[in-house]
Nanobody
Framework: QLQLVESGGGLVQPGGSLELSCAAS??????????VAWFRQAPGKEREAISC????????HYEDSVQGRFTTSRSTDKNTVYLRMDRLEPGDTGVYYC????????????????????WGQGTQDTVSS
């Protein structure tokens, strides 16, 4: 059974950094053959897409407010996708989720949460002084 396991969240001061990891476990599931996205949900707001990484390693950016501060990457060897977050702001506070869908007919990077089949458990990231 596939699981996406997130790690790396926590409390950080404004201007600080965090790196989130999303590791896949489960026989035969390769994140390198999947579309993997990061979402976040701020308190009282809807879940929003941040970015998506394709099998080709190209990145689709969905959230303008994090451009130049957040970096999405993947390690094929570790079967893990990362979200590096720099110059964090209080507005970045929320629960961060990774989500994945295998490459297949009709699948692609998308900003709609329902387009992803597998989800991580979520990690709380709080930016506060």
């Amino acid at each position: 059974q596939l699981q996406l396991v997130e790690s790396g969240g926590g409390l950080v001061q404004p201007g600080g950094s965090l790196e989130l990891s999303c590791a896949a476990s489960g026989s035969g599931f390769a994140l390198s053959n999947s579309y993997v996205a990061w979402f976040r949900q701020a308190p009282g707001k809807e879940r929003e897409a941040i970015s998506c990484i394709r099998p080709s390693l190209t990145i689709v950016h969905y959230e303008d407010s994090v451009q130049g501060r957040f970096t999405t990457s993947r390690s094929t060897d570790k079967n893990t996708v990362y979200l590096r977050m720099d110059r964090l702001e209080p507005g970045d506070t929320g629960v961060y989720y990774c989500a994945a869908v295998r490459v297949g007919v009709g699948t692609r990077c998308a900003r709609v949460a329902d387009d992803y089949y597998y989800w991580g458990q979520g990690t709380q990231d709080t930016v506060s002084s």
